[in-house]
Nanobody
């Protein structure tokens, strides 16, 4: 079992930056893939980016070059650095853990509660 707690959401103007954190705990959490998803009102949950357990990473096209996923030195914190934010980035951002290397939300097994990110124009 893995517990995930997000933090760092808030209000930001378009073009600004925000850094989200996800604290992971539980047995063998470092063996899981860790990733970020987001869900806006009326939209399906969307993959944002991930730090795969093998060390590589993936990003959805809409955030490439703007967002960066990284792990803390201890490996128990997942970060999402968001730069050049756009109003369309507004959503609840959730961190997730799973053992299948796949960007589909359905294959991820553990989820945090989410943190709201609102980007104003």
């Amino acid at each position: 079992q893995v517990q995930l707690v997000e933090s760092g959401g808030g209000l930001v103007q378009a073009g600004g930056s925000l850094r989200l954190s996800c604290a992971a705990s539980g047995r063998d959490f470092d063996t899981y893939h860790l990733g970020w998803f987001r869900q806006a009102p009326g939209k399906e949950r969307e993959f944002v980016g991930s730090s795969w357990s093998g060390g590589d990473s993936s990003y959805t096209n809409s955030v490439k070059g703007r967002f960066t996923v990284s792990r803390g030195n201890a490996g128990n914190t997942l970060f999402l650095q968001m730069n050049s934010l756009k109003p369309e980035d507004t959503a609840v951002y959730l961190c997730a853990a799973g053992w299948t290397k796949n960007t589909s939300p359905g294959v991820w097994y553990f989820w945090g509660q989410g943190t709201q990110v609102t980007v104003s124009s």
